[in-house]
């Protein structure tokens, strides 16, 4: 399988330092400049299944991206559940506890990297013998590729794992993950 992994176009609360949740944005000029290059850079490759996370952000970004595709929209490709932790500056938390790969959630209920790497990990394991062989897009946010990349690439390093970023509008590629 040759996975293609996309990280929706910039949305507002992108530009702020504000941990926001699991909110329907619209994306920014820039987000959907960012989607519309996607689009482009992807246009000969011909995907046989197309995925997306069902938050607005990524679905608009993946209309760009694959105009024409059937979608199949999967709530494991969600952004991660941010319990009390909404509303809360980004330098206010516990990353240990947040990138924690030892408990589900946080103190304040908010979804742990072991949490997302389970619900990722149930998505690759249905997807892989299915499309063996094939091109899959996957549109999602950044917490979700940071789970992909640490199960498609073996990181389990926690340095590498607190400071993973999958920026706005770019495409990770992982070929003949089979």
């Known amino acids: 399988m040759n996975l293609y992994v996309v990280r929706h176009g910039e949305v507002p609360s992108n530009l702020s330092d504000i941990i926001c949740k699991r909110t329907d944005e619209k994306l920014t000029p820039k987000g959907i400049e960012q989607a519309q290059k996607i689009g482009k850079e992807l246009a000969e490759t011909k995907f046989d299944v197309v995925f997306s996370s069902p938050v607005e952000r990524a679905t ?20 991660r559940g941010l319990g009390s932790l909404v509303g809360k500056k980004w330098n206010e938390i516990n990353k240990n506890i947040w990138n924690s790969t030892e408990t589900e959630t946080t103190p304040e209920g908010a979804e742990t990297l072991l949490s997302g790497l389970n619900r990722t990990k149930d998505f690759l394991d249905d997807i892989q013998e299915k499309y063996k062989g094939k091109n899959v ?36 590629k992982y070929i003949n993950t089979d």
Not at 156 to 161: A, C, G, H, I, P
């Open 137 to 172: 897009l996957v549109v999602t946010h950044n917490f979700v590729s940071k789970c992909i990349w640490a199960l498609e690439e073996n990181i389990t390093d926690k340095n590498q794992l607190m400071n993973y970023v999958h920026p706005n509008g770019e495409i990770k």
């Open 60 to 79: 608009e970004t993946t209309e760009y991206v694959a105009p024409n595709a059937n979608i199949i929209y999967d709530s494991r490709l969600t952004e």
